[in-house]
């Protein structure tokens, strides 16, 4: 099924998403903590330091657990060195080396991370315009070719069950 849903997302290439999705796979994975930075700029108050240190913390945090401890157990192939898929995927920029781990998305997981803080710290408004932008950048991915669904899809639940783990350790400290 990952291998179906895959051909399909990065079957509606090329088109006239393609400039689109590849600013969005290469940069997008950055706005969470421009997110928090900037809040931190806007309000300097221990409530939103607090946010912006769970944040930061969740982001790095993910992308440690996807890329340093569950990539290497895992050892799942990206699409592009796929025998399977020989001949169908055709990477939009740079195909990721042979030695690059397709399970967990580490950008999937730190976007999510992200959006996870902002939904905890500041409701359901910021957090479904978060969801959506996480959701964005993880599609991204499999648009351009160098993940399926199931590795953005384990890459969320990474990001959010770490940033939730933050927010409530964070809860539990008293350090908010």
Do not use: C, Q
Not at 82 to 94: K, Q
Not at 149 to 154: E, F, L, N, S, Y
């Amino acid at each position: 099924m990952d291998a179906v849903l895959f051909k399909w997302i990065h079957g509606l290439r090329p088109g006239p998403l393609d400039g689109f999705m590849r600013f969005v796979t290469n940069w997008g994975y950055l706005w969470p903590p421009l997110v928090f930075v900037i809040a931190l700029l806007y309000k300097r108050d221990k409530k939103t330091g607090a946010i912006v240190r769970d944040g930061l913390l969740a982001w790095f945090l993910s992308l440690s657990v996807a890329e340093e401890m569950i990539k290497p157990l895992v050892r799942r192939l990206r699409p592009p060195h796929t025998p399977s898929l020989n001949g169908f995927v055709h990477v939009l920029g740079d195909v990721p080396r042979r030695g690059s781990f397709s399970f967990p998305s580490g950008s999937a997981a730190v976007v999510f991370a992200g959006a996870t803080i902002v939904w905890l710290a500041w409701g359901k408004r910021a957090g479904s315009a978060a969801m959506v932008a996480a959701t964005l950048v993880a599609l991204s991915r499999v648009y351009v070719g160098v993940h399926f669904p199931g590795d953005v899809a384990g890459g969320a639940l990474v990001g959010a069950g770490v940033a939730y783990g933050v927010w409530r350790f964070s809860k539990w400290a008293g350090a908010t």
